[in-house]
Nanobody
Framework: VQVVESGGGLVQAGGSLRLSCAASGRTRRLYTMGWFRQAPGKEREFVAAIKYNGGSASYADSVKGRFTISRDNAKNTVALQMNSLKPEDTAVYYC?????????????????WGQGTQVTVSS
């Protein structure tokens, strides 16, 4: 399975960005898709994830109320709408696929990863 992110960039604090992720190849019918991020000098951390049917989502406390995850199963894509961005949101954002119907928040639960897209929020 290939996972490709897009939509990163530079934005001022308070602004918005929308990240997209496409999964291709031998994707299974039921799977969870998630977003993680890694800031310089820090460990990769969970941001958000959404169940295969879009009926259940989970968010890190730091992004609740500002970020929204959504998916389009017909296109095997997931999006992360990021509003009210803060400088501390600056990181490389990674999309990942978990061949499970459970929404996991840990890195080791995910099976396929993208290369990441840079998000930089200036103050």
């Amino acid at each position: 399975v290939q996972v490709v992110e897009s939509g990163g960039g530079l934005v001022q604090a308070g602004g918005s960005l929308r990240l997209s992720c496409a999964a291709s190849g031998r994707t299974r019918r039921l799977y969870t898709m998630g977003w993680f991020r890694q800031a310089p000098g820090k460990e990769r951390e969970f941001v958000a994830a959404i169940k295969y049917n879009g009926g259940s989502a989970s968010y890190a406390d730091s992004v609740k109320g500002r970020f929204t995850i959504s998916r389009d199963n017909a296109k095997n894509t997931v999006a992360l709408q990021m509003n009210s961005l803060k400088p501390e949101d600056t990181a490389v954002y990674y999309c990942a696929v978990d061949y499970s119907t459970v929404v996991h928040t840990t890195i080791d639960a995910y099976d396929s990863w993208g290369q990441g897209t840079q998000v930089t929020v200036s103050s």
